[in-house]
């Protein structure tokens, strides 16, 4: 009888489960997809009552604010913001932190004006090994496409270069240790 | 009792070689491995970072280089590692060309190194895929033209087979699982056919006069300078990213090991792809086949010499023409 007691309670257990789940926060945009520059709506609930809701696009290398929403006596909320013109493309989390949090998936694509480079090379300069292209393809079809390189932040910078170059150079000394004991043999 | 002896190095791995293979020239093979081992090693690295959907694969590139740990570097060191790899394996196939070592009873030898010349360049083409910039994307594009040019037999390559898995995935898949098995599993064919085959001599030269294990213990060394070579390279030079591909531009070339595609394309078109590649590809078939004289000296063997340099040099022409001519759109 314990055991069927037992059963019971934890089946009600699980039917209740959802239940909760359905009544805690929620997060929701009008699309999956946007390009830089570009408006979404925000919705949530069951967040904060009464109370500021911080909204944030979390990136792979950045957070930007997207500034803050009140949440009303249900806790219920909506807001349009404008994404950042400098997002790059890929994906990103949209977080509302309020009393509770909740996230979104948003993917950022292409944006035309955006495309290829922030200082985008003119098509009728680009270049690949060294020379210089004379029929690359006109303005219309692919405005800012281009072969050149990113300028990058690098990550092994400081003591993780030194340590590189000093394995780098143990490597070699190896090597060469070795072949020149080799042919002493 | 010393490790070395618990290991049996001295019965299993002492065995004699000839002197000849000491020579620098015939460590291009073992090169080529080592290269293969820092690719693995840096790549399993790199897997834990990068994101092979469309949407994440640029910005997980832009994490590698700019927050992972030792990222930029050990990238970098895969990037040039890749590039020594390529060099490693033409040295190695011009010199086993140059002994007539393909031939009679080291066809299949050959033929393996063929195969596993095929997934390197495979796994170099997949490599160039992966970040999605404007030359991965490119490069991807130009998979999907080939294998739609390709028909019934490429097919299953293309984004219309299956719409549940991007192609960017797939390619991924190839570079990090199926390319290095296949890989693997021809280069165990390769080394058993070379130790029970032996490597070859010309007449003349002796047939033993060294050990497996020296040769084991040089090949080590040159791995070790293989290794400090990347790291050099990846310091003075590090890997580029180029911007977020735009969609529908065609405006970079390939890398230079795939430049004389580029330029047959910029003849023929996109059935250029096609049939370029494995039409090349099987001429590296033939040597075995064509090749039947009884000597391998090179004086006796001077029209297959001729042969296959001029092949080289061609395709070497082919590379100049796509590097000077100016980009030109082939599928977009």
């Known amino acids: 009888m314990k055991h069927l007691y ?21 997060l929701k945009i009008d699309k999956p997809a946007a390009s830089p520059g570009e408006e979404i709506t925000v919705r949530g609930e069951g967040l904060t009552t009464n109370g500021d809701v911080q909204l944030t696009l979390r990136g792979i290398l950045e957070d930007h604010s997207l500034g803050s929403v009140r949440g009303d006596e249900h806790g219920r909320f909506e807001k349009t913001v404008t994404l950042p013109s400098e997002l790059s493309p890929g994906e990103y989390t949209l977080v509302a932190a309020g009393d509770e949090t909740a996230t979104v998936k948003l993917t950022i694509q292409q944006s035309e004006e955006s495309a290829g480079s922030s200082e985008p090379a003119p098509m009728e300069h680009a270049e690949h090994g060294g020379h210089e292209s004379s029929e690359a393809p006109p303005h219309g079809e692919a405005p800012h496409a281009t072969p050149e390189a990113m300028e990058l932040e690098r990550s092994t910078v400081g003591s993780a270069r030194g340590l590189a170059w000093g394995l780098t150079l ?8 070795l072949l020149v004991r080799e042919r002493g043999r | 009792m010393e490790l070395s002896h618990r290991l049996a190095v001295e019965e299993g791995l002492g065995y004699p070689i000839p002197k000849v293979a000491d020579r620098l020239p015939y460590f291009f093979g073992s090169i080529t491995f080592f290269g293969i081992l820092v690719q693995i090693v840096t790549g399993i690295y790199l897997t834990q970072f990068y994101n092979a959907s469309p949407d994440g694969a640029h910005q997980s590139l832009l994490y590698i280089i700019a927050r992972a740990p ?11 590692s890749a590039n020594l790899i390529l060099l490693s394996v033409t040295f190695h196939l011009l010199w086993v060309f140059w002994r007539g070592s393909y031939r009679k009873p080291r066809e299949i030898t050959w033929w393996a190194g063929v195969l596993m010349l095929g997934m390197i360049f495979l796994l170099y083409f997949t490599g160039t895929v992966l970040p999605q910039d404007q030359a991965g994307y490119e490069a991807m594009a130009h998979y999907i033209a080939g294998a739609r040019g390709a028909g ?8 219309e087979f299956t719409p549940s898995v991007s192609v960017l995935s797939r390619l991924y898949a190839l570079h990090v699982g199926v390319l290095p098995m296949i890989f693997f599993g021809f280069l165990g064919v390769h080394l058993y056919l070379i130790r029970f085959l032996e490597i070859h001599t010309h007449p003349g030269e002796d047939r033993q ?3 497996f ?3 084991l213990r040089r090949m080590g060394a040159h ?10 390279l990846a310091l003075l030079w590090p890997a580029e990213l180029g911007y977020p591909a735009v969609e529908g531009a065609e405006v970079t070339k390939p890398p230079f090991f ?14 250029a792809l096609v049939f370029g590649p494995p039409l090349i590809y099987l001429v590296l078939f033939l040597p075995p086949v064509l090749d039947r004289k009884e000597s391998t000296l090179p004086r006796d063997r001077k029209g297959m010499l001729l042969v296959g340099y001029g092949f080289l040099l061609l395709l070497f022409a082919l590379a100049l023409y796509a590097w000077l001519a100016p980009a030109q759109q082939h599928i977009m």
Not at chain 2, 260 to 271: D, H, K, R, V
């Open chain 2, 258 to 271: 795939f430049l004389w595609i580029y330029a047959l394309e910029n003849w023929f078109g996109t059935p």
């Open chain 2, 223 to 232: 791995g070790f300078l293989f290794l400090a070579l990347a790291g050099l």
């Open chain 2, 70 to 80: 030792w990222g930029d570097f050990l990238r970098s060191v895969h990037r040039w």
């Open chain 2, 152 to 159: 019934v037999f490429g097919a299953v390559f293309t984004p």
């Open chain 2, 209 to 211: 006069g060294s050990t």
């Open chain 1, 170 to 177: 143990v490597s070699g000394l190896l090597g060469v240790g």
């Open chain 1, 6 to 26: 037992t059963a019971v309670s934890f089946l009600l257990f699980l039917a209740v489960t959802p239940q909760i789940h359905a009544h805690g926060p929620s």
């Open chain 2, 213 to 215: 294990l020296r040769h």
